[in-house]
């Protein structure tokens, strides 16, 4: 198993393995997903617009978090990526890059939501130089303890996104 996709199981309530057959997941967690995922899709895109590099790696790794988180929803295994040929570090053809996996999880399919995470990955890596590693667990942190602040509201949908103080990730970056 993933070790990111384990850090996530472990602090589910509700994870099971998948009981074999194919994954169904209900139209409106589908829904809930894109809504996450375009809501970190802004925390980056505006953080890229003004330049503030802790912020992108906020919203890479939010995007990467939610997107394993979807995975599990779904009860399965982050799947097997074919990394992109060519990456390019163009702030557009990295928007365009992001939109386009986003928009690509709108089928709720695993391999969608896993080749979201592994660019995430690739780009706060490769691209930001960071501890990916490092900031997916202060993420998750922050999102596990604000999850448990929240338990009175109604969390039967973990896709959904609480009102989460962003974490400051500027100790993951390298440089």
Do not use: W
């Not at 993933?2 to 309530?13: E, F, G, K, N, T």
């Not at 194919?22 to 925390?43: F, K, N, R, T, W």
């Not at 939010?62 to 929803?73: D, E, I, K, N, P």
């Not at 667990?137 to 969390?155: K, P, R």
């Amino acid at each position: 198993m993933h070790p990111h996709s384990a850090l996530i199981l472990s602090s589910r309530v509700d994870a099971k393995a998948n009981g074999g057959g194919e994954p169904h997941v209900a139209d409106m967690e589908v829904i809930s997903a894109q809504a996450v995922l375009m809501q970190a899709g802004g925390i980056t895109f505006n953080a890229m617009k003004t330049g503030d590099i802790a912020g992108i790696l906020v919203g890479l790794v939010a995007l990467a978090y939610h997107s394993l988180l979807a995975v599990s929803v779904l009860r399965c295994e982050v799947g097997a990526y074919a990394a992109e040929k060519k990456f390019s570090y163009q702030l557009l053809d990295i928007m365009r890059l992001l939109s386009g996996k986003i928009n690509d999880c709108s089928d709720g399919e695993a391999k969608d939501y896993s080749a979201l995470y592994y660019v995430c990955s690739h780009l706060a890596t490769n691209f930001l130089n960071a501890d990916f590693g490092k900031a997916f667990e202060v993420y998750h942190d922050g999102y596990s303890g604000c999850i448990n602040e929240n338990a009175d509201a109604d969390n039967s949908n973990p896709l959904l996104l609480p009102q989460l103080k962003l974490p400051d990730l500027t100790d993951c970056l390298y440089e």
